[in-house]
């Protein structure tokens, strides 16, 4: 199996693929990047990630020269070229470019990449998850940027804590997983933050699930919140809900996955079931 990837208006196996030891990805760590996955083979909610990543773009002065349905055209042709069994995960990728004295913004590279799709172990979705707090809070935090420094650096804390990931936490105000989102379960109100973190894609999915099961509260958090929980769980493209059932001491009810987190689960897989399967019955 070979994944490929387009690159500056080339397609070639991804791992054959180079950029310039002078761009500043590379030199300072300017760049964005944003990620999705199919169902069935069919990239879920395409146009969702395509805003945000165009949306990124802005907030870091990177010009994207490509439009909405350039890039459409670009992902369908490299998931078929690539012939992967199963589903796939789709990178977009836009750095500063080959700066010319390591500063300044020069022709980004854009990239789009066609990955192999892990699957997620099913204990992780029967049993749930434990994270640990961190305090941090990303700078731009509404753009998907390349710098994951803090999340890298922390992962021999995590793996020795048996952990699955870090939950940031700043000034006493509960954000986000170090790649997801993550939302609170309190009696019949589904909580998650407002402002400060990524406006994650399956997060707004789940927003829009479950305005008619929940009361739903967008809200800043705060970090006493996360004792009084009744569920906790994540939420992100590749990994969907994930169960939390453990934040550092704090273990919530029995300590698997609550009846509220099951039917978030439930009403997200018959969604993608509704847009995806369908869609893959038909073509």
């Given at each position: 199996m070979t994944c490929y990837c387009f690159l500056n208006g080339n397609v070639l196996p991804a791992n054959e693929a180079s950029v310039s030891i002078t761009d500043l990805g590379l030199l300072r760590g300017y760049g964005i990047f944003d990620y999705l996955r199919t169902y069935y083979g069919i990239p879920f909610r395409l146009q969702d990630y395509l805003e945000r990543f165009r949306a990124s773009a802005n907030d870091l002065r990177l010009p994207l020269k490509y439009s909405d349905s350039q890039i459409t055209s670009i992902v369908d042709d490299l998931l078929k070229k690539s012939g992967i069994t199963g589903d796939a995960g789709i990178r977009l990728l836009l750095t500063g470019g080959n700066s010319p004295d390591s500063m300044s913004i020069a022709e980004p590279n854009f990239a789009v990449i066609i990955e192999y799709l892990p699957p997620t172990p099913k204990e992780q979705y029967e049993n749930g998850?434990?994270?640990?707090?961190y305090p941090f809070k990303r700078v731009f935090p509404?753009?998907?940027?390349?710098?994951?420094?803090?999340?890298?650096k922390m992962q021999p804390e995590v793996k020795a804590q048996k952990a699955f990931d870090l939950l940031y936490v700043f000034n006493n105000e509960v954000?986000?997983?170090?790649?997801?989102?993550?939302?609170?379960?309190?009696?019949?109100s589904l909580i998650t933050a407002k402002d400060g973190v990524l406006e994650g894609v399956t997060r707004?999915?789940?927003l829009?699930?479950?305005?008619?099961?929940?009361?739903?509260?967008?809200r800043k958090v705060h970090s006493n919140e996360l004792n009084a929980a009744d569920e906790t769980f994540l939420s992100g493209s590749a990994k969907k809900i994930i169960p939390v059932v453990q934040v550092d001491e704090k273990i919530y009810g029995s300590g698997k996955p609550g009846?509220?987190?099951?039917?978030?689960?439930?009403l997200f897989d018959e969604y993608v079931e509704e847009v995806c399967g369908k869609k893959a019955i038909v073509g």
């Open positions: 998850v434990k994270l640990i707090t509404l753009s998907k940027t390349t710098n994951y420094i803090a999340a890298i954000l986000e997983v170090t790649r997801n989102n993550f939302f609170l379960i309190k009696g019949d707004k999915v789940i829009e699930l479950t305005k008619e099961h929940f009361n739903l509260e967008v009846a509220g987190t099951r039917k978030i689960m439930q």
